[in-house]
């Protein structure tokens, strides 16, 4: 069995196989900076059986990236990259037709392009952020105020960089920024953040009828890989929640 091993008071923690130490694909020291999320990936790989099935571990999968950063990206990278995915949110894209489709998304949609809104919005006395979000209806992108990339991006900026990493792995699951952020404020559940970016597949589904499997599959790596991410996340970034809390929502007592 695999089991965690403390590194000796310097707050990391290694996996182990017997006297074997897991190692990354890039042949670097497999190890996190939280026991439970050590315990987590030893879980995962007690799980595997006689075929290591890499593409369902995906606590693993994510701390190997952290770690050997394959692609080289630096904090800004992962921040710009991220802030990209707001243009194309899937919540910020609506149909007219059918009637009925609109209406859902609207029903389900808007609370939370309301509550991202009032969740960026500064309590200070200094400066003044432009905080608005459109949806659009047509080929034209949503309109977004200046102030809230601003305020996106210094909120992003408080978190560490495996959380980022995290926090990007999640988006591009969902392909919402918005979304990704009311799950890892804890706002929504991985549940409801699921439907909430399956709605339109969802409605279609519903209709015209299911392909046999394919879609509960569907659902279940996308469940399997938001877990993860907001795992990670909160694993990886107890220190920063204190800077994020004072500096955007001290006065809201979040």
Not at 12 to 41: C, Y
Request: net charge negative; proline share 4%.
């Amino acid at each position: 069995n695999f089991k965690v091993t403390d590194l000796n008071w310097t707050g990391w923690f290694e996996i182990n196989l017997d006297k074997r130490k897991l190692k990354t694909p890039g042949g670097n020291l497999f190890r996190v900076p939280h026991e439970s999320l050590a315990m987590a990936v030893a879980t995962e790989w007690n799980r595997q059986e006689e075929v290591v099935k890499r593409h369902d571990m995906h606590l693993t999968n994510l701390v190997n990236s952290c770690i050997d950063n394959p692609t080289r990206r630096t904090r800004e990278d992962m921040i710009r990259g991220t802030l990209h995915f707001l243009e194309t949110d899937t919540i910020l894209y609506r149909l007219l037709e059918p009637p009925d489709l609109h209406d859902i998304q609207g029903r389900e949609w808007d609370p939370l392009v309301k509550w991202t809104e009032k969740r960026l919005v500064p309590y200070t006395y200094i400066y003044t952020y432009d905080i608005d979000i459109t949806p659009t209806t047509g080929f034209e992108l949503p309109q977004i105020s200046d102030g809230t990339h601003d305020r996106l991006e210094r909120h992003l900026q408080a978190f560490s960089d495996w959380s980022l990493l995290g926090f990007q792995y999640g988006v591009e699951a969902l392909k919402s920024l918005i979304i990704m952020l009311a799950l890892v404020d804890k706002h929504i559940s991985v549940d409801k953040a699921v439907k909430l970016a399956r709605l339109e597949t969802d409605y279609q589904t519903d209709r015209w009828g299911n392909v046999e499997w394919y879609h509960d599959i569907d659902i279940l790596q996308l469940r399997a890989r938001l877990a993860a991410s907001a795992l990670l996340i909160q694993w990886t970034s107890e220190s920063v929640k204190v800077r994020e809390k004072s500096s955007l929502d001290s006065s809201q007592g979040w």
